[in-house]
């Protein structure tokens, strides 16, 4: 059994459908990201999973268990807000103990507990600190010891690493994988920034406009994009028009690339650009902008299909100038079917 | 019931103690007293329930009431006047002194706000007596040579009403000063604009709604002044107030007094109302 | 910024005289040794001060004063704290209207509130009552205090108090424990606030004051009607030197400018 399941979630204000149909399976210990644009119902989801939305239709179930009935207080889940929310009237261990002190767990077992939630996120010595004089990285810890300490059933985390700074941000999403995977806590993240979703996540479930567009591991998603739209969120791609015969292979420029489930008439592929080589045989672009980004090199070309983006590794070889005639080539692994809407 | 249908509910259990109390404890009275003003009365008879506009036609007719309610605004209209005349440039001031200087200042604009109204009013009476100290340093200065009559006249009045509330304007005023860029005026002076022309151009028209929104308070509180009006202005200058008052605690013509009072809510709730329209209306690209 | 000119300060100094000027001089009557009206050129004398005790009705009405304060303050505070939380949090049918009635003892003439409460007071029996001047205080000192409590609680995160029901509290323990301290300092100054407006209030009290409850500035009111002496500058100066007590008190508290101008930095 799924230790959460999402069946057939629904959510509108008003007229605005926030989230449509959601179906999600979460096993237990697993990290899964809900990634997409802003107003794409993320936020929404965690909400109804933490019980401060209303739920319009499907079920909730946690461990087999409805969550309908359940109030927020007693769902005993831990949460970890964009803005961190801590208490700014209680020291930190006043914060990390308040839900301890909820449940009515004992003070020796409380101080405990709270001094073992400060060593886990790299807090010793901060307990009597107030949370106004700690810097956004510290509060961000105290946030997530003040959650996992009531050994929660799920954590869920919305957005918590956008307000930090980019240098910090990539430090803190090592260290919430380290301690999502030692404690073992199964984990919501929402968040709109593609780089934490495949840095932390076992899965993501990819959102549109309160849809699920694809659901997958990271580098799945990333490689096999199931819609133009997940090809396009996720990093930068080429789209090719391509012709499909219905026997499995569609022709891009006269070439003839086999692609499963790729239906008769025009259909779109995706390809991303440092899957795109410069070898002969390929078919003729010219290059129209070179742009030097340190580790490669990033080409812009001209082609019959369009214009391609290319990644060159800065390895040393020669890189194609502006204006010279190149031709352009991809494996056929690398071709990623395009559908419209959603993923089946 | 789930956590979001209690949230839908809670503001209604959360304000109904006060909501009820605000319905029984001003609306129905205030109901009571407009009905009151279509009451009978009489010497003898006392109140008498019956519906009647004898009031409102004494009121429409008799010239004295509206003597009156024409000394009120004249007095509302003068005192508002001083209080932007002084206000605005003292408000200006406050903002520019250093935050040390300033929190003194603000004690001494905000402090007599919280003295009580009689303890002001019974200082004025004081220094504009005929033997008080104003005359008395204008007598030694030389300016006049017989007292002026403060005690008992329209002047008098207003220069009380004034200095009680005048903190309101300059508050008002202030608020809006706060919200000025103070680099704006660098600009405009690095564009080589004079203090003058900085003032009309550029920090006037930001200020002007908070001028007009104190401007609106003060003219409210001075039309519906009491206790000055009636320790300086005697028993003798009526405004509305003190003429209401006198109808129902002397000569206990209730009805007639509530319609008076009735006549004075509803002129200045029409006066604030349309005022505030056009303020809004005038200034939403400013207040926005 | 530039400094202020001279004319500036010449101009700041006259306006701060106007201010303090009759103040000051109910001070300094107060202090005459004569029995009429003067300046003390004899030098300062407590004697209209001791005289203060031979008339208790004034003792009394200041003891009046201070409970009808107390009690109607705490009373305001306590409906405004639950009101304000509504205003401040959620978006409902009726909210406008709900604010605009809440604040409207500040536009409604106190003349005619007095009026009103009289009739009402006078049809359910509570004409001259303690009661009846409990209630009415409340009406018109209530918008004091919603109006700081108000802009504490807008300034709170709605997810601190979600933190806490996620942490296990319910509504009540995460009020107490969480919202109530952060709004704690626009309470205390809102019910402050509250019982200086209710002390001072004079207009609509003097409508529904009787000869057995009497609240001290209308006591001061009708005395100054029938006779402007030195005691009542005496009883005067006393209530002026406690409200700056007071307004000291108020301004270490939460900050003059932040209470009176409401956005003020700070």
């Not at chain 1, 650009?273 to 340190?294: C, D, N, Y």
Request: with cysteine; charged share 15%; hydrophobic share 50%.
């Amino acid at each position: 059994m799924s230790h959460l399941v999402l069946e057939g979630l629904c959510k509108s204000y008003g007229a605005a459908v926030a989230v449509e149909a959601l179906d999600l399976k979460v096993e237990r210990g697993e990290f899964v990201s809900l990634l997409g644009p802003s107003g794409c119902g993320k936020t929404t989801t965690l909400q109804m999973i933490a019980g401060f939305v209303g739920v319009d239709r499907g079920r909730i179930l946690l461990d087999g268990g409805d969550l309908a009935s359940v109030p927020p207080a007693k769902r005993g889940l831990g949460i970890v807000f964009q803005s961190y929310a801590l208490f700014p009237h209680m020291t930190v261990a006043e914060n990390i103990a308040f839900g301890l002190e909820m449940r009515g767990i004992g003070k020796a077992e409380r101080e405990q507990r709270t001094l073992d939630a400060m060593a886990l996120v790299g807090l010793k010595g901060f307990a009597e600190r107030y949370p106004r004089r700690m810097s956004g990285g510290q509060q961000q810890r105290v946030a997530l010891a003040r959650a996992l300490v009531i050994k929660p059933a799920l954590l869920l985390l919305d957005e918590p690493l956008s307000n930090l700074d980019a240098k910090l941000r990539e430090e803190m999403q090592g260290e919430l994988r380290q301690i999502q995977r030692s404690v073992g806590t199964t984990t919501i993240l929402v968040t709109h920034d593609q780089h934490e979703a495949m840095a932390l996540s076992d899965r993501i479930v990819v959102m549109n406009h309160g849809r699920v567009e694809q659901i997958g591991a990271p580098d799945t998603v990333y490689g096999q994009p199931a819609t133009a739209f997940v090809a396009n969120f996720l990093g930068k791609t080429n789209t090719l028009a391509a012709m499909g015969d219905g026997a499995g292979q569609v022709d891009v420029l006269g070439f003839r690339v086999p692609l499963a489930g790729a239906p008769a008439g025009p259909v779109s592929i995706a390809v991303r650009p440092e899957r795109l080589t410069l070898a002969e045989g390929g078919f003729p672009a010219r290059i129209k902008s070179r742009v030097f980004q340190g580790s490669h090199w990033l080409l812009g070309a001209e082609s019959e299909a369009g214009t391609l983006l290319l990644m060159r590794p800065n390895d040393g070889m020669p890189v194609p100038a502006e204006g010279e005639a190149v031709k352009i080539a991809f494996a056929p692994a690398d071709a990623a079917l395009l559908t419209e809407g959603k993923a089946p | 019931m789930s956590f979001a249908a209690s949230e839908r509910s809670a503001p209604y259990w959360l304000a109904g103690p006060a909501l009820l109390v605000f319905l029984g404890l001003v609306i129905i009275p205030l109901g009571m007293t407009v009905l009151l003003s279509f009451y009978d009365w009489g010497q003898y008879k006392g109140i008498v329930p019956e519906f009647t506009l004898k009031n409102w036609i004494e009121i429409a007719t008799d010239s004295y009431f509206f003597e009156v309610f024409l000394r009120t605004f004249r007095i509302s209209i003068l005192v508002t006047l001083a209080c932007v005349l002084i206000g605005v440039p003292e408000a200006y001031i406050l903002n520019r002194m250093s935050p040390g200087w300033r929190s003194v200042c603000l004690l001494v604009v905000i402090g007599p706000l919280l003295v009580s109204v009689v303890a002001r009013t019974l200082g004025w009476a004081l220094l504009l007596g005929s033997n008080g100290l104003v005359n008395q340093g204008l007598m030694a200065l030389g300016l006049i040579t017989t007292p002026l009559e403060f005690m008992f006249t329209e002047t008098g009045v207003v220069i009380a009403l004034t200095h009680v509330l005048i903190p309101f304007m300059i508050l008002s005023v202030w608020a809006s000063l706060q919200r000025l860029d103070p680099q704006v005026e660098n600009a405009a002076a690095s564009l080589g604009a004079g203090f003058f022309t900085i003032w009309r151009r550029v920090i006037l028209p930001q200020v002007v709604p908070g001028i007009l929104s104190g401007a609106i308070i003060v003219f409210a509180l001075a039309a519906s002044a009491f206790a000055s009006p009636a320790i300086i202005g005697g028993r003798r200058l009526k405004v509305a107030a003190t003429l209401a008052y006198d109808e129902f605690l002397n000569t206990l013509n209730w009805p007639l007094g509530a319609a008076v009072a009735v006549l004075l809510l509803v002129a200045l709730v029409l006066i604030i109302v349309g005022s505030n329209r056009l303020v809004e209306r005038r200034y939403a690209q400013v207040f926005e | 910024m530039k400094r202020n000119g001279a004319l500036a300060l010449v101009f700041h100094l006259a306006f701060v005289v106007f201010m303090l000027a009759p103040l000051a001089i109910v001070c300094i009557v107060a202090f005459t040794p004569e029995g009429y009206l003067s300046l003390p050129t004899r030098g300062p004398s407590l004697r209209w001060f001791k005289a203060i005790f031979g008339y208790p009705e004034f003792l009394r009405a200041f003891y009046d004063s201070l409970w009808l304060a107390a009690l109607s303050s705490t009373i305001a505070i306590g409906l405004a704290v639950p009101a304000a939380l509504a205003i401040a949090r959620y978006r409902f049918p009726g909210r406008e209207a709900m604010t605009a009635l809440f604040m409207s003892p500040l536009m409604v003439p106190h003349v005619v509130l007095g009026i009103a409460f009289l009739r009402f007071f006078t049809q359910i029996g509570l004409s001259g009552t303690f009661t009846g001047l409990v209630l009415s205080h409340v009406i018109v000192i209530l918008p004091f205090a919603l109006r700081l409590v108000l802009a504490a609680s807008y300034g709170i995160d709605r997810r601190i108090e979600h933190a806490a029901i996620s942490l296990g509290a319910d509504t009540m323990t995460a009020f107490r424990r969480v919202t109530l301290p952060l709004i704690l300092p626009g309470v205390v100054s809102g019910w402050l606030l509250a019982a200086i407006n209710s002390f001072d209030e004079v207009t609509m009290t003097v409508f529904i004051a009787s000869p057995a409850t009497v609240t001290l500035p209308v006591r001061m009111f009708l005395y100054i009607q029938d006779n402007i002496d030195p005691l009542i500058a005496a009883v005067s100066a006393c209530l002026i030197a406690l409200t700056a007590g007071l307004l000291l008190a108020l301004d270490r508290l939460y900050g003059l400018d932040r209470l009176f101008v409401g956005s003020g930095k700070g």
